[in-house]
């Protein structure tokens, strides 16, 4: 019997997960978890996305199946992430005036 195990996805604001896939290559730097890498990537505009295992990346496609369990979070574009100046940088805090 062969069973394929399915990465559970943390949620990431700003970021879509998906289960079993990995961006090969196009690496930045490991940021040793999905936590810093989420909050790493949110600030630079030339990551386009992370890996569960820490990788950020500077391309999010193609995404290929992994044997491993990993999430790949896709950066959504134009969506307001974690830091509110990037958020007004982006235009995305229409609050203030």
């Given at each position: ?11 990431f604001t700003g970021y879509i997960a998906t289960p079993g896939v ?24 030339n990551c386009k996305g992370f890996n569960s295992n820490g990788w ?42």
């Amino acid at each position: 019997m062969h069973v394929h195990l399915i990465a559970a996805c943390l949620a990431f604001t700003g970021y879509i997960a998906t289960p079993g896939v990995d961006h090969f290559g196009d690496d930045i730097r490991n940021n040793g978890s999905a936590w810093n890498a989420a909050t790493e990537c949110s600030n630079l505009p030339n990551c386009k996305g992370f890996n569960s295992n820490g990788w950020i990346k500077t391309a999010a496609a193609p995404l290929a199946p992994e044997s491993s369990p990993v999430c790949f979070y896709t950066k959504i574009p134009g969506s307001c992430h974690s830091s509110l100046k990037m958020c007004e940088t982006m235009g995305a805090n229409h609050g203030q005036n």
